[in-house]
């Protein structure tokens, strides 16, 4: 069965600093997708990234942007120039490959980021 | 466009009573998805639909559960009887189908139901 792990339940950051959280997940198979979920507090659940394990190249979206080591099954996350608006808990998620239909997502427990001014 | 909406927000019920929660997805996504998060824990994928069919029950957790899908449309979960293990938050989600350059399409997260039993 897959797996995800964030090894990191809380962290802090210094606004217009840069933090990475770490990720790392165990499967078998050779196809997947990650993806990192940021959810505000008392607010919805939304995509900040996501990465095809086929794809080499690391997926990145503005401040965004993520580490893909894919013989490590580790997938980090950084966010540059932290804004106090990026506060909140990320999810680190996994998803099967099943033919190209979608699935189920696979979560960590979430890392809680504060930005501080 | 509006998003994905769960009612109620929060539920407080007694240990063996029913409680029914509901979820609207965005309209059009043919794809519904329940997940649950227990304090402390990881958000646990519960069961799929694809338009009013049950793709994928899984990660339902006992018999306690009946979720439904009305013509492809909304989306309920009934907890009957409720056991103090069932409190947590439970989330609905959606997407629709494939759509290109991306070969998984986005799940959009509901707000979540906060179900509390004494």
């Known amino acids: 069965a897959q797996t995800v792990t964030q090894s990191q339940p809380e962290m802090s950051v210094q606004e217009a600093e840069t933090v990475t959280l770490s990720c790392t997940y165990d499967?078998?198979?050779?196809?997947?997708?990650l993806f990192w979920y940021k959810q505000p507090p008392s607010r919805q659940m939304i995509l900040v990234i996501r990465?095809?394990?086929?794809?080499?190249q690391n997926a990145t979206e503005n401040r965004f942007s993520v580490n893909f080591q894919k013989a490590a099954k580790s997938f980090s996350l950084k966010i540059s120039d932290s804004q106090l608006g990026d506060t909140a808990m990320y999810f680190c998620?996994?998803?099967?490959?099943?033919?190209?239909?979608?699935?189920?997502?696979?979560f960590g427990k979430g890392t809680k980021l504060s930005v501080k001014p | 466009e509006a998003g994905v909406t769960q009612f109620p927000s929060h539920s407080v019920i007694e240990k063996g009573q029913t409680v029914t929660l509901r979820c609207d997805p965005i309209?059009?996504?043919?794809?519904l998805y329940w997940y649950r998060r227990v304090m402390g824990k990881e958000i646990k994928f519960l069961l799929h639909?694809?338009?009013?069919?049950?793709?994928?029950e899984s990660g339902m957790p006992n018999n306690r559960f009946l979720a439904e899908r009305t013509g492809g449309t909304y989306s309920t979960l009934k907890v009957q009887p409720a056991e103090l293990e069932d409190s947590g938050v439970y989330f609905c989600?959606?997407?629709?189908?494939?759509?290109?350059?991306?070969?998984?399409?986005?799940?959009?997260f509901g707000p979540g139901t906060r179900l509390t039993v004494l």
């Open positions: 989600a959606s997407s629709q189908d494939l759509t290109p350059p991306y070969s998984v399409d986005e799940q959009f």
């Open positions: 499967t078998s198979e050779s196809n997947y997708y």
């Open positions: 990465q095809e394990a086929y794809k080499q």
């Open positions: 998620a996994f998803m099967r490959e099943r033919g190209g239909s979608q699935g189920n997502l696979i």
């Open positions: 309209s059009g996504h043919d794809n």
């Open positions: 639909f694809v338009k009013e069919s049950k793709q994928d």
